[in-house]
């Protein structure tokens, strides 16, 4: 179920936990795709042949098309209904913690860490675990940091 705040709430709603995303499948043709547009086709992700004799038994995701997935996931969870947009602000103490394996089953627990109002707009920072099913442990963890857009002042 998605929270909708106004950007007055959710400046107001520091440590507020935000929820969790539905599940995700992480597939070989999106993680194909992923490697395509960066670039990056190291086995580990693209050759099913040789991963299953490596390190993981399988391909495994890149750790940046989890980090990737997070507007996405956080789309699921949360929304700021009086925002005009939305962008990318930047990343703090992101950390891959675990592989995804092609074929695994991902979602988003999110916690509201803390909003600064910017004039007509609102900073927000979101911790983030992305977790596997049945795995114990995530594939990654730390924050990110928004920004919600207000309409500017005539």
């Known amino acids: 179920m998605t929270t909708t705040l106004t950007l007055a709430e959710l400046e107001g709603a520091a440590d507020r936990d935000l929820g969790t995303s539905e599940w995700h499948a992480i597939t070989q043709e999106q993680i194909d ?24 038994g399988t ?38 913690t675990s592989p995804v394996p092609s074929g695994s089953r991902v979602r988003l627990h999110a916690k509201l860490v803390r909003a600064e109002r910017r004039g007509p707009s609102v900073v927000w920072t979101v911790g983030v675990q992305v977790e596997i099913e049945g795995k114990e442990k995530p594939a990654l963890v730390g924050e990110v940091v928004y920004m919600a857009a207000g309409a500017p002042h005539a």
């Open 33 to 56: 795709l992923f490697a395509k547009a960066t670039g990056d086709h190291q086995w580990i992700h693209v050759d099913p042949e040789a991963a299953a004799n490596g390190p993981f």
């Open 59 to 96: 391909t495994v995701a890149h750790g940046y098309l989890t980090l990737a997935m997070l507007p996405m996931l956080l789309s699921e969870v949360v929304s700021v209904s009086d925002a005009v947009m939305g962008v990318n602000y930047g990343t703090e103490k992101i950390r891959f």
